[in-house]
């Protein structure tokens, strides 16, 4: 557990010569848990490591890995919840989905709605993200943005109804 610890304040830290070291050390580390149930690649994408997500991605990191903890969020939903733009578009252009569901439902677009985050918004809207994903609760994105009262959100977030 200590060499997890150590990789996830590397990756924290931007440290990527000490993530290569821990990756050439353990392989098998790339796709560990921290105690906090985060893998190295969470990690970066929440902090906005982009240089050491490639590594790790390059590595074997699973881009689709869930975390281990009551969120179970993937490093795209991470990158998301920190407002790192620039990761949520590096790893949907590698292939993480945009419309996969955290617990309670949950999407990326969502949690953007629900941080007032356009930008990010409009990076998964143009990469196919569902406007009609209902979470747990029955809301949708635009009824977070409403709720908020993110009114500069809600065209983007409108659903479109065919009559």
Not at 11 to 21: A, L, M, R, W
Not at 150 to 161: D, F, G, P
């Amino acid at each position: 557990m200590e060499h997890l610890q150590s990789i996830a304040q590397a990756v924290i830290s931007g440290d990527k010569e000490k993530v290569v070291e821990f990756i050439k050390a353990s392989p098998s580390i790339v796709n560990e848990c921290s105690k906090d149930g985060w893998t190295p690649l969470h990690l970066a994408a929440y902090f906005g490591q982009k240089e050491i997500a490639s590594f790790l991605l390059e590595s074997g990191a699973d881009i689709h890995s869930r975390a281990k903890n009551e969120n179970e969020n993937t490093p795209l939903q991470a990158a998301i919840a920190n407002k790192q733009s620039e990761l949520v578009a590096f790893l949907i252009e590698k292939g993480s989905d945009v419309n996969i569901m955290q617990s309670g439902g949950w999407t990326g677009l969502h949690e953007a709605a629900l941080l007032g985050n356009e930008e990010i918004i409009m990076l998964l809207l143009k990469n196919g993200a569902n406007k009609m994903i209902k979470k747990n609760d029955g809301k949708t994105a635009y009824d977070i943005a409403l709720e908020k009262g993110y009114n500069h959100l809600l065209h983007h977030l409108k659903q479109e109804v065919n009559l």
